[in-house]
């Protein structure tokens, strides 16, 4: 089973910046598709951003020119370098990996992050 865990999460000030990572415990070139997820409380999870095994990137509008998504395959590892945070940035963030040819997906259990303004 594969598993994916979060890391780099915790308490920020408005405007401060963080990053996460998420380290998976396979070779992650099997995925063509990863990404991190947000969910704040009373809302439904939504993209924030993600990345191809190409390298391609697509961002969620709220966030684009602050955060960057990244993915190390050497390190199985992928990131989400996130700057200026707002306190709507507030949510637990989830890291994705999957294959969208072979249909499969997994998540991590989520890491916090809060924004104090």
């Known amino acids: 089973q594969v598993q994916l865990v979060e890391s780099g999460g915790g308490l920020v000030q408005a405007g401060g910046s963080l990053k996460l990572s998420c380290a998976v415990s396979?070779?992650?070139?099997?995925?063509?598709?990863m990404g991190w997820y947000r969910q704040a409380p009373g809302k439904q999870r939504e993209l924030v951003a993600a990345?191809?095994?190409?390298?391609?990137?697509n961002y969620a509008d709220s966030v684009k020119g602050r955060f960057t998504i990244s993915r190390d395959n050497a390190k199985n590892t992928l990131y989400l370098q996130m700057n200026s945070l707002k306190s709507e940035d507030t949510a637990v963030y989830y890291c994705?990996?999957?294959?969208?040819?072979?249909?499969?997906?997994?998540w991590g259990q989520g890491t916090q992050v809060t924004v104090s303004s």
């Open positions: 396979a070779n992650i070139f099997s995925f063509n598709a």
């Open positions: 994705n990996a999957g294959n969208t040819v072979l249909h499969y997906t997994y």
């Open positions: 990345i191809t095994s190409r390298g391609s990137t």
